[in-house]
């Protein structure tokens, strides 16, 4: 077994956890901007969410409790991995609980449990240039930004009203921030775009490969772009959770046999077992369903070693 | 008809290190006025195309446009924003290569409707339908317009692109050789099209050409390019037709009959 | 009467670059003046410069020397020596000119073409178009042609369009370079009618006739352009 001590704290040295945090502060001083960084190589592959890992790392001190999903859930290889990695190299306490995590660290959800003032959401961002779609041209997308020249925003939903009759795009859903810039709020479903509205949390976006860093500090203006005669709406479910009952909360289909039998659960695996926790049950539950003591209210919370 | 020109170009001059691309250039546009530039290839007629449009910046020399509000402004000491903004809402740019002037991966309806977008226009419906008037308008016929410019001919391109540029009402067109690499039937229509236009819009355009032809036919106006320098310049029928300068002798003589 | 057009001591001729520069003298000093009411024919035998005399005063060849006077829009202004605009403010208010062919532009109909020039005087599409008809049913041009580009029409088919076009509009000055030499007896008679309807109407003429019928039954006065013969000492 590696020595925790031949590691620095959380994995990055001093001077690059420096270099982030500066690009941080920048991107929390102007919302919605994407600012370059000189991104490292992590011991994991790009598309395992080295950008957010960077970001968590530059943020990240020994009191933080952490927590870490994927899609939503907590117990995904990457998921467990990441957390597992934060565990050993800044000898953290995590947990599964959304209200007790300080740090979150997250791939394409936003927890359903409201976040809170001190609270930060860290993403995982694979492509941060919401103009990528029209323009590949990075100086032209640069320049676009700093002009504000938005049309081909509208574009790109103007083909989606054009070629499906409403709005079609579900996921990575263009914001625009204060009023200023357009930002991809990475592959979230536009279900949770109202979340980042005005969220009490910090939010950072952290993406590795592409070198880019950007932010929405607490209480920023988050609206989603759509045209006055297709307005924004989120996805709607006509049935609730099969397993906690949790109407008004993002699903997941999930394939049940060979024979195409399926449900719909919560995405966010730990508000669905906190419910279930609570008592409520949703039509496909189990009876005995989950042991109270391991998912009972705070979580299940791992200290720090 | 207004007394004041729409833009004063004087003694514009664009150097590429040693070599010339146009030199000492002065003249006026006025509103509605049709302005050909004419001269073999290298001449200095793109050159001088692009400085005018502001995509070059000429190396001495002076240009200023009569903004909506009547003032005149210096084109190369305007921030780059403004820039990018008149290009978009006043001004027009039609490229020989359609390819260059459209989104080739986005529909001819979204291509016509970027430019209303990006100055606010929020109502798919209306943009729609500005869009089907603008197709008829250049011909395209209303059931395409949710094809992709790669499935149009290179006639159909070129007139989607003159939509895609005409849809914000600008006051000013720069056109690089707008029937370039047309069939010759394809290029009549489509000229007869932009003359049209032109004339029902009341548009000031500059339009770039080796072809006397086109010139004959969309401009009232004319200057002869040779070595970037303008040699001849004046009502484009008495250019042609009472040619003064060897040069423009020579491209007279050198074709059949315009 | 009053005098619209007074042309004084104007020369013309062309240089040639392509062929060492030679230098060909047309007319000089060229001096005459035409007068409301009145048709003013120019005389003379092929490639005395004739031609060249109209296409000057339209704008349409440069002038090297004198002046061409015109009263335009309440005030005088050289044509000599006047910008493009200013010619072109001329050819839309104060001149008109038939010339000897039809210039046709790719699909735009005969009606349009004749149309045309009413519509650039700020005339209604309409209105104009019903004028047009008027006159190609005068110039009995076929019906059937008018909805047609005159690109595929007949020589004298073309030739009526043309006068039609340089005849809709109610130019103070009209100039016409051989409007009837394409044409049947028939439709001369009715240019001599469209001619002489002009001159009631107080329009000044200036053409070219080579048909001796037609110019006698329009000429007011002629003007025999080999007194402009370069070279020759003006009177
Ligand atoms: N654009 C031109 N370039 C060179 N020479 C020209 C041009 N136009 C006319 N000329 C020459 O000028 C002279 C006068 O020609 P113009 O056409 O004026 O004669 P005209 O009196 O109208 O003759 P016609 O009775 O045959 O029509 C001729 O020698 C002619 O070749
Ligand atoms: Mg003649
Ligand atoms: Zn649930």
Redesign the pocket.
Known sequence: MTDIATYNFAYLDEQTKRMIRRAILKGIAIPGYQVPFASREMPMPYGWGTGGVQVTASIIGPDDVLKVIDQGADDTTNAVSIRAFFRKVANVAVTTDTASATIIQTRHRIPEHPLAAGQVLVYQVPIPEPLRFLEPRETETRKMHALEEYGLMHVKLYEDIARHGRIATTYAYPVKVEGRYVMDPSPTPKFDNPKMNHSPALQLFGAGREKRIYALPPFTEVVSLDFEDHPFEVQTFDQPCALCAAKNVYLDEVILDDHGDHMFVCSDTDYCEKRRGDGHRGHLAPETDLAPETHSAPGNMEPAQ | MTDEPLLRVSALSKSYGSRVGCDNVTFDLWPGEVLAVVGESGSGKTTLLNCLSTRLLPSSGTASYRMRDGHFRELYRMSEAERRFLMRTDWGFVHQNPADGLRMTVSAGANVGERLMAVGDRHYGKIRATAVDWLSRVEIEEDRIDDEPRAFSGGMRQRLQIARNLVTGPRLVFMDEPTGGLDVSVQARLLDLLRGLVTDLGLAAIVVTHDLAVARLLSQRMMVMKDGRVVESGLTDRVL??PRAPYTQLLVSSILQV | MPTPLVVSNVAKS?T?HLRDGIK?P?VADVSFSIRAGECTVLG??????????L?MLYGN?AVDEGQIIVTHDGGLIDLATAGPRTVLAVRRQTIGYVS?FLRTVPRVSALDVVAEPLVERGEERESARSKARDLLARLNLPEKLWALPPATFSGGEQQRVNIARGFITGHPILLLD?PTASLDAKNRDVVIELIAAKKASDVALLG?F?DQDVREAVADRVID?TAFAPGKIAA
Do not use: C, N, R, T
């Open positions: 037709d009472d | 062309f040639m060909l047309v003379g035998p092929s490639g005395a410069g004739k031609s060249s005399i296409k060849y000897q051989e070219i080579h352009v």
